[in-house]
């Protein structure tokens, strides 16, 4: 076979070689630019804010004591929340590493989640349905993680 042949039949191979390594290094890179979005908006003063109000005047708290928290407080408590979904949801589908996650932000995050139940609660019986849901699942799962990894 001459050269020409050889360099037709392995020129096409090669390009998809070439063609795999480059988007699958352009997706690792796009999930390590997601990831720092989202942590970002994690560490951003806003959440680190209401992260702070739920393990200080949430976590073991009645409804009745949830109640007299005010409206400026159970937004901040809501947004962190809503922030703590959408990392959560990002991690469902794939757009960032979840070990990153697990890694970087999984115990703070976990208790952070924890510390919400009363509100959860409180939420679930005011308007029918339990908010947040992708936000529990996943720190249930960075529980048993870190659960998982102290046991090693």
Same mark, same amino acid.
């Given at each position: 076979?001459?050269?020409?042949?050889?360099?037709?039949?392995?020129?096409?191979?090669?390009?998809?070689?070439?063609?795999?390594?480059?988007?699958?290094?352009?997706?690792?890179?796009?999930?390590?630019?997601?990831?720092?979005?989202?942590?970002?908006?994690?560490?951003?003063?806003?959440?680190?804010?209401?992260?702070?109000?739920?393990? #200080?005047?949430?976590? *073991?708290?009645? %409804?009745?004591?949830? =109640? $007299?928290?005010?409206? +400026?407080? @159970?937004?901040?408590?809501?947004?962190?929340?809503?922030?703590?979904?959408?990392?959560?949801?990002?991690?469902?589908?794939?757009?960032?590493?979840?070990?990153?996650?697990?890694?970087?932000?999984?115990?703070?995050?976990?208790?952070?989640?924890?510390?919400?139940?009363?509100?959860?609660?409180?939420? #679930?019986?005011?308007? *029918?349905?339990? %908010?947040?849901?992708? =936000? $529990?699942?996943?720190? +249930?799962? @960075?529980?048993?993680?870190?659960?998982?990894?102290?046991?090693?």
């Amino acid at each position: 076979m001459s050269l020409s042949v050889w360099l037709s039949l392995i020129s096409p191979a090669v390009a998809v070689l070439v063609a795999v390594w480059g988007f699958r290094r352009s997706t690792r890179a796009d999930r390590l630019r997601a990831f720092f979005d989202l942590h970002e908006r994690y560490l951003a003063a806003e959440v680190r804010a209401g992260r702070r109000i739920l393990h #200080q005047l949430v976590a *073991g708290r009645s %409804p009745e004591q949830l =109640a $007299e928290l005010d409206r +400026a407080t @159970l937004d901040r408590v809501g947004y962190t929340l809503a922030v703590l979904n959408s990392i959560a949801i990002a991690c469902a589908g794939g757009y960032v590493d979840r070990k990153l996650v697990r890694r970087s932000m999984g115990r703070s995050y976990a208790s952070a989640v924890a510390a919400a139940q009363p509100y959860l609660d409180r939420v #679930q019986a005011q308007r *029918g349905y339990r %908010p947040y849901p992708f =936000a $529990e699942a996943l720190a +249930a799962e @960075l529980r048993e993680g870190a659960h998982v990894e102290s046991r090693d």
